[in-house]
C-alpha cells in the first residue's frame, strides 16, 4: 500500500502554512513534503511535525531567488558558493525535521552548455557527501519545461545515466508521475526500468495537475504497480485540488 505524503506547498492552502500540518493530518496523512521550509524556523517545522505525529518525507534545497525566476542553483557555475551556503541551510533543517532526503533543483540553464553539465556534476558530489555524512539521501527530478522552461533536468533518461556514471550511493531519482507523462509517456515502463534508483515518487493528474484520477492517466493503475515493484518510499501528493483539498480526497479510498 503506498504510503501518501500530502504536498503543503500545493495542498490545504485553505490554511497559513504552518497550520496545514494539522490539516493534513486531520484528513489522514502521516507524512508531509513541501517544496521549501525556510520561510520558518526550523525548530517551528520540528514542533509541527513531533505534535501531529507527521513523517517529513522530503523537501528541496534554497533554489535562489525563486520570486526572481531562480529554479534551482546546482547547474549554474556562477552561482557555485550559493549552492554551497544552500547545502548548510538545508541540512539544519533536515537535522531538525529527520527527513530523509533532499531535492536539488537543477537551475535554468541549457544541458549543451558544457560549463553548466559539469557545475550539475560537481554539485551532486558535493551534496551527496555532505547530506550522506547525515545518513540522508539526494534526490533529483526532471521536471517538463511546460511547466518550467528551460530547465536543466528535463530528460529521464538523461538523469538515469548521471546517477550510473556519478555512482553515488545516495543519489537516487525522484520519479514524478505527471511530468514523466509529459516528458515522455510509457510511465508504467518508466516505473520498471527505473525502480532501482527510485528514491521518491510524486503524483498529480495530466494534464491539469488536479487530485489522481482525474486525468488521462489510470493512476490507481500506476499505484498498484508501485505496490508490485516493491516500491516501498513515500508517493508525495504533488497536486493542485480543483477545489477544497479535503473534499477531493475520495481517490485515497482505494489505498484505505
Not at 18 to 42: I, M, S, T
Not at 45 to 72: K, V
Request: charged share 25%; hydrophobic share 40%.
Amino acid at each position: 500500500m503506498p504510503k501518501f505524503a500530502a504536498n503543503l506547498t500545493m495542498m490545504f492552502t485553505e490554511h497559513d502554512f504552518l497550520y496545514r500540518f494539522a490539516a493534513a493530518k486531520k484528513a489522514g496523512f502521516d507524512a508531509v513534503e513541501y517544496l521549501f521550509p525556510y520561510d520558518h524556523p526550523p525548530e517551528a517545522i520540528a514542533e509541527r511535525l513531533h505534535e501531529h505525529g507527521l513523517t517529513q518525507a522530503l523537501f528541496n534545497l534554497p533554489p535562489g531567488n525563486w520570486a526572481a525566476g531562480d529554479r534551482g542553483l546546482a547547474a549554474l557555475p556562477e552561482r557555485g558558493e550559493e549552492f554551497r551556503a544552500s547545502i548548510d541551510t538545508a541540512l539544519r533543517y533536515a537535522e531538525a525535521t529527520g527527513v530523509g532526503r533532499v531535492h536539488v533543483m537543477s537551475g535554468l540553464a541549457s544541458r549543451q552548455d558544457t560549463a553548466a553539465r559539469q557545475a550539475y556534476r560537481d554539485s551532486l558530489r558535493r551534496v551527496c557527501e555532505a547530506a550522506g555524512a547525515q545518513g540522508r539521501d539526494v534526490v533529483i527530478e526532471p521536471i517538463n519545461t511546460r511547466d518550467m522552461p528551460g530547465y536543466f533536468l528535463d530528460d529521464f533518461s538523461f538523469a538515469a545515466d548521471l546517477i550510473a556514471a556519478l555512482g553515488l550511493p545516495n543519489l537516487k531519482l525522484q520519479f514524478d508521475i505527471y511530468h514523466r507523462q509529459i516528458l515522455h509517456g510509457d510511465v508504467l515502463m518508466g516505473l520498471r526500468e527505473m525502480a532501482p534508483i527510485i528514491g521518491h515518487v510524486q503524483i498529480a493528474a495530466v494534464p491539469e495537475r488536479h487530485e489522481p484520477g482525474t486525468g488521462e492517466l489510470d493512476d490507481t493503475r500506476i499505484l498498484r504497480e508501485l505496490d508490485a515493484l516493491g516500491y516501498d518510499g513515500f508517493v508525495g501528493c504533488e497536486y493542485r485540488p480543483a477545489g477544497r483539498t479535503e473534499d477531493g480526497l475520495g481517490w485515497m479510498r482505494a489505498f484505505a
